[in-house]
């Protein structure tokens, strides 16, 4: 089964700091809403993110969600660590007899592969934070906005 948490997380947590940043009120229903799922998900993973200072939720009238810390200081890798907790990225068989050189080795051999790419994975995520990941996506969508507004003129 794919899990979809870290990758729903990431999205909540960009849509938090795109809201502080334009000055929109966030909640857990409109990232329910914006995000197509099932509003006990997000809380669910309000949770994590609230517990590590990532984000804040204020109640009350004026309430909402807030991003905990500066965009700058959250980085991809702290996310994902929050969210996903103790669950390894790969996890080998259990289950395999010691029949032969390679079953009797196998476990230790991917324990080792495993762990090196799970490495590579979360230093990959902490070279990004999310005032640069906010940045990209919002430079890819005004050329998305220029290809729309593009093929629109031309259509007239």
């Known amino acids: 089964m794919i899990d979809l948490r870290f990758s729903t997380a990431l999205q909540m947590v960009l849509s938090v700091a795109l809201a502080d940043q334009d000055g929109f009120r966030c909640t857990s229903r409109t990232l329910a809403e914006g995000l197509g799922t099932n509003p006990s998900f997000i809380r669910k993973l309000l949770i994590p993110l609230t517990r590590e200072g990532m984000l804040v939720a204020a109640i009350g009238k ?79 969508d005004a050329i998305r906005m220029k290809r729309v507004t593009k093929t629109a003129n031309a259509a007239e």
Do not use: W
């Open 62 to 140: 004026g309430g909402g969600l807030h991003l905990g810390r500066a965009a700058e200081q959250i980085t991809l890798r702290d996310l994902y660590l929050a969210v996903m907790e103790d669950k390894k990225l790969l996890v080998g068989r259990e289950d395999v007899a010691p029949r032969c050189r390679i079953s009797a080795n196998i476990n230790g051999f991917f324990a080792e592969v495993a762990t090196d790419a799970e490495t590579a994975m979360l230093d990959a995520l902490g070279r990004r934070n999310i005032a640069d990941s906010l940045a990209e996506l919002l430079r890819r």
